[in-house]
Antibody, heavy 120, light 109 residues
Protein backbone atom coordinates (compact mmCIF):
# COMPACT_ATOMS: atom_id res chain seq x y z
CA UNK A 1 0.00 0.00 0.00
CA UNK A 2 1.16 3.52 -0.82
CA UNK A 3 2.00 5.73 2.15
CA UNK A 4 2.80 9.42 1.92
CA UNK A 5 3.48 11.23 5.19
CA UNK A 6 4.03 14.97 5.24
CA UNK A 7 5.86 16.83 7.98
CA UNK A 8 7.40 20.22 8.68
CA UNK A 9 4.31 22.37 8.85
CA UNK A 10 3.59 24.96 11.49
CA UNK A 11 3.18 28.64 12.25
CA UNK A 12 5.48 31.13 10.53
CA UNK A 13 5.48 34.90 10.19
CA UNK A 14 4.96 36.62 6.83
CA UNK A 15 8.24 36.74 4.96
CA UNK A 16 9.51 33.65 6.75
CA UNK A 17 10.51 30.24 5.45
CA UNK A 18 9.47 26.66 6.02
CA UNK A 19 10.56 23.32 4.56
CA UNK A 20 8.03 20.57 4.10
CA UNK A 21 9.01 16.92 3.78
CA UNK A 22 7.12 13.93 2.48
CA UNK A 23 8.21 10.40 3.35
CA UNK A 24 7.07 7.88 0.76
CA UNK A 25 6.75 4.11 1.12
CA UNK A 26 4.95 1.17 -0.41
CA UNK A 27 6.13 1.85 -3.96
CA UNK A 28 9.31 2.46 -5.93
CA UNK A 29 9.62 6.18 -5.28
CA UNK A 30 12.36 6.74 -7.87
CA UNK A 31 10.01 5.57 -10.65
CA UNK A 32 7.37 8.22 -10.03
CA UNK A 33 6.97 11.90 -10.71
CA UNK A 34 5.59 13.71 -7.66
CA UNK A 35 3.22 16.59 -6.99
CA UNK A 36 2.34 19.10 -4.27
CA UNK A 37 -1.25 20.31 -3.92
CA UNK A 38 -2.62 22.71 -1.33
CA UNK A 39 -5.97 23.77 0.06
CA UNK A 40 -6.42 27.14 1.70
CA UNK A 41 -9.07 27.45 4.44
CA UNK A 42 -12.53 27.44 2.88
CA UNK A 43 -11.09 27.17 -0.62
CA UNK A 44 -10.64 24.47 -3.21
CA UNK A 45 -7.68 22.36 -4.23
CA UNK A 46 -4.76 24.08 -5.94
CA UNK A 47 -1.92 22.33 -7.76
CA UNK A 48 1.35 24.04 -6.92
CA UNK A 49 4.31 21.94 -8.06
CA UNK A 50 5.52 18.97 -10.10
CA UNK A 51 8.88 17.24 -10.11
CA UNK A 52 9.83 14.46 -12.48
CA UNK A 53 11.29 11.21 -11.14
CA UNK A 54 14.80 12.28 -12.21
CA UNK A 55 14.29 15.89 -11.08
CA UNK A 56 14.99 16.93 -14.66
CA UNK A 57 11.60 18.56 -15.10
CA UNK A 58 10.12 20.89 -12.50
CA UNK A 59 7.04 23.06 -12.82
CA UNK A 60 5.29 25.52 -10.52
CA UNK A 61 2.01 27.33 -10.30
CA UNK A 62 2.33 31.05 -10.94
CA UNK A 63 1.20 31.71 -7.36
CA UNK A 64 4.39 30.17 -5.90
CA UNK A 65 6.94 30.50 -8.71
CA UNK A 66 10.13 32.17 -7.54
CA UNK A 67 9.32 31.58 -3.86
CA UNK A 68 8.91 27.80 -3.56
CA UNK A 69 11.42 25.12 -4.57
CA UNK A 70 10.58 21.46 -4.95
CA UNK A 71 13.25 18.76 -4.66
CA UNK A 72 13.56 15.07 -3.96
CA UNK A 73 15.95 12.49 -2.57
CA UNK A 74 15.33 9.19 -4.29
CA UNK A 75 17.85 7.37 -2.14
CA UNK A 76 15.74 8.18 0.91
CA UNK A 77 12.29 8.12 -0.68
CA UNK A 78 11.65 11.73 0.21
CA UNK A 79 10.05 14.75 -1.40
CA UNK A 80 10.60 18.31 -0.21
CA UNK A 81 9.07 21.75 -0.62
CA UNK A 82 11.18 24.72 0.42
CA UNK A 83 8.87 27.69 0.95
CA UNK A 84 10.41 31.15 1.16
CA UNK A 85 8.95 34.67 1.35
CA UNK A 86 5.78 33.21 2.77
CA UNK A 87 2.60 35.26 2.60
CA UNK A 88 -0.64 35.13 4.55
CA UNK A 89 -2.37 33.66 1.52
CA UNK A 90 0.03 30.69 1.57
CA UNK A 91 -1.84 29.47 4.65
CA UNK A 92 -3.15 26.07 3.66
CA UNK A 93 -3.01 22.34 4.10
CA UNK A 94 -0.25 21.01 1.85
CA UNK A 95 -0.65 17.56 0.33
CA UNK A 96 2.07 15.33 -1.07
CA UNK A 97 0.66 13.45 -4.05
CA UNK A 98 1.75 10.58 -6.25
CA UNK A 99 0.36 10.78 -9.80
CA UNK A 100 -0.03 7.95 -12.29
CA UNK A 101 3.03 6.93 -14.26
CA UNK A 102 1.68 7.15 -17.80
CA UNK A 103 -0.82 9.21 -19.74
CA UNK A 104 -2.56 12.43 -18.73
CA UNK A 105 -1.68 13.02 -15.12
CA UNK A 106 -4.18 12.26 -12.43
CA UNK A 107 -3.43 12.04 -8.76
CA UNK A 108 -3.57 8.47 -7.51
CA UNK A 109 -2.45 8.66 -3.93
CA UNK A 110 -2.47 11.47 -1.40
CA UNK A 111 -0.90 12.06 1.97
CA UNK A 112 -3.04 13.28 4.86
CA UNK A 113 -1.63 16.76 4.52
CA UNK A 114 0.26 19.16 6.76
CA UNK A 115 -0.96 22.55 7.91
CA UNK A 116 1.05 25.68 7.22
CA UNK A 117 -0.14 28.86 8.89
CA UNK A 118 1.37 32.20 7.92
CA UNK A 119 0.42 34.88 10.40
CA UNK A 120 1.98 37.69 12.38
CA UNK B 1 -7.67 27.57 -18.54
CA UNK B 2 -10.55 27.40 -16.07
CA UNK B 3 -12.78 24.52 -15.04
CA UNK B 4 -16.25 25.62 -13.93
CA UNK B 5 -18.29 23.58 -11.46
CA UNK B 6 -21.57 24.40 -9.73
CA UNK B 7 -20.93 25.29 -6.08
CA UNK B 8 -23.49 22.86 -4.71
CA UNK B 9 -25.81 20.00 -5.54
CA UNK B 10 -28.46 18.55 -3.24
CA UNK B 11 -29.86 15.06 -3.66
CA UNK B 12 -32.10 12.71 -1.71
CA UNK B 13 -30.79 9.29 -0.71
CA UNK B 14 -31.31 6.74 -3.44
CA UNK B 15 -31.53 9.38 -6.14
CA UNK B 16 -28.97 10.42 -8.76
CA UNK B 17 -26.51 13.31 -8.48
CA UNK B 18 -24.89 14.85 -11.54
CA UNK B 19 -21.96 17.25 -11.27
CA UNK B 20 -20.77 19.19 -14.28
CA UNK B 21 -17.29 20.48 -15.10
CA UNK B 22 -17.21 22.98 -17.91
CA UNK B 23 -14.49 24.42 -20.14
CA UNK B 24 -14.08 25.26 -23.79
CA UNK B 25 -13.66 21.99 -25.69
CA UNK B 26 -13.06 20.05 -22.50
CA UNK B 27 -13.76 16.87 -24.47
CA UNK B 28 -10.22 17.19 -25.87
CA UNK B 29 -8.86 16.70 -22.32
CA UNK B 30 -8.86 13.74 -19.98
CA UNK B 31 -10.90 14.70 -16.94
CA UNK B 32 -10.40 13.22 -13.50
CA UNK B 33 -12.61 13.46 -10.41
CA UNK B 34 -11.86 13.50 -6.68
CA UNK B 35 -14.02 13.11 -3.59
CA UNK B 36 -12.91 15.18 -0.61
CA UNK B 37 -14.39 14.79 2.85
CA UNK B 38 -13.51 17.16 5.72
CA UNK B 39 -10.33 16.24 7.53
CA UNK B 40 -9.43 13.52 5.05
CA UNK B 41 -7.19 13.22 2.01
CA UNK B 42 -8.93 13.57 -1.35
CA UNK B 43 -9.75 10.30 -3.09
CA UNK B 44 -9.62 9.70 -6.84
CA UNK B 45 -13.03 8.38 -7.91
CA UNK B 46 -12.75 8.58 -11.71
CA UNK B 47 -9.85 9.05 -14.12
CA UNK B 48 -9.64 9.48 -17.88
CA UNK B 49 -13.26 10.70 -17.99
CA UNK B 50 -14.93 7.47 -16.92
CA UNK B 51 -12.48 4.91 -15.54
CA UNK B 52 -12.93 3.80 -11.93
CA UNK B 53 -9.94 3.01 -9.70
CA UNK B 54 -10.15 -0.25 -7.82
CA UNK B 55 -12.45 0.01 -4.82
CA UNK B 56 -14.68 2.72 -6.27
CA UNK B 57 -18.23 1.43 -6.68
CA UNK B 58 -19.94 1.27 -10.05
CA UNK B 59 -22.42 3.87 -8.80
CA UNK B 60 -19.79 6.42 -9.87
CA UNK B 61 -19.62 7.05 -13.60
CA UNK B 62 -18.48 9.79 -15.92
CA UNK B 63 -18.76 11.27 -19.37
CA UNK B 64 -17.04 14.00 -21.33
CA UNK B 65 -18.56 15.61 -24.43
CA UNK B 66 -18.18 18.99 -26.04
CA UNK B 67 -17.71 21.68 -23.41
CA UNK B 68 -18.79 19.68 -20.36
CA UNK B 69 -17.65 16.66 -18.40
CA UNK B 70 -20.04 15.06 -15.91
CA UNK B 71 -19.67 12.94 -12.80
CA UNK B 72 -22.80 10.93 -12.07
CA UNK B 73 -23.49 9.23 -8.76
CA UNK B 74 -26.46 6.85 -8.82
CA UNK B 75 -28.27 5.48 -5.77
CA UNK B 76 -26.73 8.19 -3.63
CA UNK B 77 -25.85 7.26 -0.04
CA UNK B 78 -25.21 9.42 3.01
CA UNK B 79 -21.53 8.52 2.77
CA UNK B 80 -21.29 10.19 -0.63
CA UNK B 81 -21.66 13.62 0.97
CA UNK B 82 -18.43 15.45 0.15
CA UNK B 83 -16.89 18.07 -2.10
CA UNK B 84 -16.12 16.78 -5.59
CA UNK B 85 -13.42 18.30 -7.79
CA UNK B 86 -12.70 17.81 -11.46
CA UNK B 87 -9.11 18.07 -12.68
CA UNK B 88 -7.14 18.10 -15.90
CA UNK B 89 -3.43 18.16 -16.64
CA UNK B 90 -2.65 20.87 -19.15
CA UNK B 91 0.42 20.33 -21.29
CA UNK B 92 1.64 21.02 -24.78
CA UNK B 93 1.82 24.79 -24.37
CA UNK B 94 5.23 24.87 -22.69
CA UNK B 95 3.70 25.36 -19.27
CA UNK B 96 2.54 22.00 -17.90
CA UNK B 97 0.27 22.40 -14.92
CA UNK B 98 -2.54 20.84 -12.97
CA UNK B 99 -5.91 22.57 -13.03
CA UNK B 100 -8.76 21.91 -10.61
CA UNK B 101 -12.35 23.00 -10.80
CA UNK B 102 -13.66 25.06 -7.91
CA UNK B 103 -15.39 22.07 -6.33
CA UNK B 104 -19.03 21.04 -5.89
CA UNK B 105 -20.46 20.37 -2.45
CA UNK B 106 -22.81 17.39 -2.63
CA UNK B 107 -25.38 17.43 0.15
CA UNK B 108 -27.44 14.32 0.83
CA UNK B 109 -30.83 15.46 2.11
Amino acid sequence: EVYLVESGGGLVKPGGSLRLSCAASGFIFSNYNMIWVRQAPGKGLEWISYISYTSNYIYYADSVKGRFTVSRDNANNSLFLQMNSLRVDDTAIYFCVRPNRDGPLHFDSWGQGVLVTVSS
Amino acid sequence: FLLTQPPSVSVAPGQTASISCGADNIASQSVHWYQHKPGQAPVLVLYDDSERPSGIPARFSGSNFGNSATLTITRVEAGDEAVYYCQVWKSGDGHPRGVFGGGTKVTVL
